[in-house]
């Protein structure tokens, strides 16, 4: 299927339909962090003047056409701040959770995820992930045990109605909770690509005590992330940007949930 592009309120391209999403080796390491390649991915262009926060206010550029554009200067600055910190907690051996609940970022973040071999949610925060994380942790072996019992056909010993079932649920918990699935505790960090839509696992984080790395568009408060990170957070060219940067400082991961599991191929065999 094509992709399909829209113009957003940016003046940049999002994706309506975002094809499979990779990120290759050998482009994240020639990847350059310039004023140029940040041009070119869009990452300047903020919201509407009349929709900016005062607190961005100190990493905006100026106005026009009464689209707030951003400091790319500072974007450098903040970014490379960002990826040590990021860098630091791998280096520890900690995890870092990647949030990317919009819909355009859903397959980027998932992606940038695998690559890194670091958990992820997509599609919907689920409440309670930090602050209920035990609960989470024993939902999350549920749906692991589940998955292996249906790989090893353990579920024929059912009705073809119950295997249907079984299969429906494992498919709804997958979409919540399968890419939290080699989070065996709470991440050293968090990653989300947009303050305002994420905002319920930022305050998670907050609450708990979780270091919140994030993308700030000039419509949020950049505060309440300890390492903003001033940019597009719409434009699907200035997302691949930024996380591909971020892909680059955390390295290549054991790609240990590369490809979900293919449940429909055993909803045929029912």
């Known amino acids: 299927m094509d992709t399909q592009k829209t113009q957003d309120v940016h003046g940049a391209e999002t994706l309506q339909h975002s094809p499979l999403v990779t990120f290759e080796e050998a482009d994240i390491n020639q990847l350059e962090l310039t004023l140029t390649t940040l041009l070119k991915s869009g990452a300047h262009f903020g919201h509407q003047k009349a929709r900016r926060h005062p607190r961005m206010d100190e990493y905006i550029y100026g106005t026009r056409n009464g689209i707030s554009i951003i400091d790319l200067e500072k974007t450098i600055v903040k970014l490379h701040e960002a990826l040590e ?3 630091r907690v791998r280096r520890e051996g900690k995890q870092i959770l990647f949030v990317g609940t919009k819909k355009q970022s859903c397959d980027l973040v998932a992606a940038a995820a695998r690559y890194c071999g670091m958990p992820y949610v997509v ?10 994380f035990e609960n989470i942790k024993k ?3 549920y749906l692991i045990k589940a998955e292996e019992s249906l790989a090893k056909g353990e579920f024929r010993r059912y009705t073809k109605f119950e295997q249907m079932k ?3 649920e494992i498919e709804k918990m997958e979409r919540k909770m399968g890419g939290l699935k080699t989070m065996a505790e709470l991440p050293g960090a968090v990653f989300v690509t947009d303050l305002k839509e ?25 505060t309440v ?8 957070d719409d434009a699907i060219s200035s997302l691949r940007f930024i996380l591909a940067h971020v892909c680059k400082a955390l390295g290549k991961g054991v790609a240990s949930q590369d490809v979900p599991m293919p449940l429909t191929e055993h909803k045929q065999q029912i």
Do not use: M, S
């Not at 919907?124 to 992930?129: N, V």
């Not at 319920?200 to 419509?219: C, M, Q, S, Y």
């Not at 992330?225 to 597009?232: D, G, K, L, R, S």
């Open 139 to 141: 939902r999350v072996k």
């Open 198 to 222: 994420d905002d319920l696992a930022v305050k998670e984080a907050r609450r708990v005590g979780i270091p919140v790395i994030a993308i700030a568009d000039t419509n949020v408060d950049p």
């Open 166 to 168: 079984k299969v429906e």
């Open 85 to 87: 910190f990021l860098a």
């Open 225 to 232: 992330a300890h390492y903003p990170i001033p940019a597009n």
């Open 123 to 132: 599609g919907r925060w689920l409440g309670g992930t930090f602050t209920n």
